[in-house]
């Protein structure tokens, strides 16, 4: 007779696997997920996808520097020492990111000037920030104005 974690085991992994197959019948229809304020955005299903495994850190490799060894604050101009910081804990090499999104830009042929690596950071910065601000009554580029002006930098 099966023990009580092996039946939710079981019935976990049944679970797991029907969803998973369901999202699988759904690649490539679009989604509309509705949000407060009668606000929608359509969303398209797309196949599973996760980073490759060169980008997955390895326990035991030696060449990189794991956590925070090695990051000294002082090293940072104190503006941009959490952007740093962040970098740092979010991508295994964050400038080798950079010139993988400058290549693909490159190979589509679009239209855009590429990143340098300041420009990626206050990019990633914006990305966050705009998600916190479309959460709110408060128009972005309003507030992001108003806090300029109140700082002195407009």
Not at 21 to 43: D, F, P, R
Request: glycine letters at 4%; charged letters at 25%; a positive charge.
């Amino acid at each position: 007779m099966p023990t009580a974690s092996e039946v939710v085991q079981s019935n976990y992994a049944s679970m797991k696997r029907r969803t998973q197959e369901k999202i699988a019948s759904m690649i490539g229809t679009e989604v509309i997920i509705k949000a407060s304020n009668n606000h929608a955005m359509t969303w398209t299903v797309v196949a599973n996808h996760g980073p490759d495994c060169a980008d997955i850190l390895g326990e035991k490799e030696s060449s990189v520097v794991y956590g925070l060894k090695d990051f000294n604050c002082k090293d940072y101009a104190h503006c941009t020492v959490v952007a740093e910081l962040f970098l740092k804990l979010a991508f295994k090499d964050w400038k080798a990111k950079v010139q993988q999104l400058n290549m693909a830009i490159a190979t589509v042929k679009a239209n855009v000037k590429k990143f340098t690596n300041p420009e990626f950071s206050v990019a990633l910065g914006l990305i966050i920030g705009s998600a916190d601000f479309s959460r709110s009554e408060r128009s972005f580029s309003q507030d992001v104005t108003r806090r300029m002006q109140k700082s002195g930098i407009l």
